[in-house]
């Protein structure tokens, strides 16, 4: 009886010492540094009056498409380390007809005050790599 009392609390105290461990990491993993950097409408009309070299990644938070797409794209901003702004488009009254939108998630270059190129919708991570790759040429 004492064997199986001692085993038991084994049990418990391994599984609390698992449970705690999984929670202290799990958080640390989804809280996880963006490499997009916050912007709003407004930053990004100067960045583009300024005729700076800008990507912008237009999503919406409930966007099932942007949470698909959303890791491959950051793959793709750390492999060519891109620097990357992303407008949370519902936010933003006109931002879809003052940015020719249609859907999320966009991803659009600017340069010398103009877009430069635009991709929309899921693609697959080759097709991010390639853009990003051109996207880096362009400058």
């Keep these: 009886m004492k064997k199986i009392h001692k085993i038991l609390i084994s049990l418990v105290l391994l599984l609390s010492v698992g449970i705690g461990t999984y929670l202290l990491i799990g958080n640390k993993v989804t809280e996880a540094k963006t490499p997009y950097k916050e912007i709003t409408q407004k930053q990004l009309q100067e960045k583009i009056s300024n005729n700076e070299k800008t990507i912008v990644y237009y999503y919406k938070k409930d966007c099932q498409y942007c949470k698909q797409a959303s890791p491959l794209i950051k793959n793709s901003v750390k492999a060519?380390?891109?620097?990357?702004?992303?407008?949370?488009?519902?936010?933003?009254?006109?931002?879809?007809?003052?940015?020719?939108m249609v859907g999320t998630p966009t991803i659009v270059y600017y340069k010398g005050g103009y877009e430069i190129s635009r991709l929309?919708?899921?693609?697959t991570q080759e097709m991010y790599n390639r853009w990003f790759s051109a996207m880096k040429k362009v400058n």
């Design 80 to 100: 060519f380390k891109a620097d990357i702004y992303q407008i949370e488009v519902d936010k933003y009254d006109g931002i879809w007809e003052e940015r020719n």
């Design 120 to 123: 929309e919708g899921v693609k």
